[in-house]
Nanobody, 113 residues
Framework: QVELVESGGGLVQPGESLRLSCAASGIVFANYGMTWYRQAPGKRHELVARVNYTGGAYYPDSIKGRFSVSRDNARNTVYLQMNSLKPEDTAVYFC???????WGQGTQVTVGS
């Protein structure tokens, strides 16, 4: 059974940083690209970052320069380092594997009061 478990979310102030983690089990992690999405209240899922199985990363223009995705295949874990957080980054952040076949339950990130 495939399981993706996100962690690391929380409440931070604008300008602060967070690192999210997504631990995978039930798949040969090293074979899969991993993607971070987010969903803000009332909005659709938005792609945040993607890392392919070789470690190559992709970010949409709205994210470039602030977020960084990485993976540790020995730990079956993908990370999302988020810096200079803004209130508009407030959302539930999800990780996904295999082109959206598998999803985690999400972790809440709230920026501001």
């Amino acid at each position: 059974q495939v399981e993706l478990v996100e962690s690391g979310g929380g409440l931070v102030q604008p300008g602060e940083s967070l690192r999210l983690s997504c631990a995978a089990s039930g798949i040969v992690f090293a074979n899969y690209g991993m993607t971070w999405y987010r969903q803000a209240p009332g909005k659709r899922h938005e792609l945040v970052a993607r890392v392919n199985y070789t470690g190559g990363a992709y970010y949409p223009d709205s994210i470039k320069g602030r977020f960084s995705v990485s993976r540790d295949n020995a730990r079956n874990t993908v990370y999302l380092q988020m810096n200079s957080l803004k209130p508009e980054d407030t959302a539930v952040y999800f990780c996904s594997a295999a082109g959206g076949t598998y999803w985690g339950q999400g972790t809440q990130v709230t920026v501001g009061s």
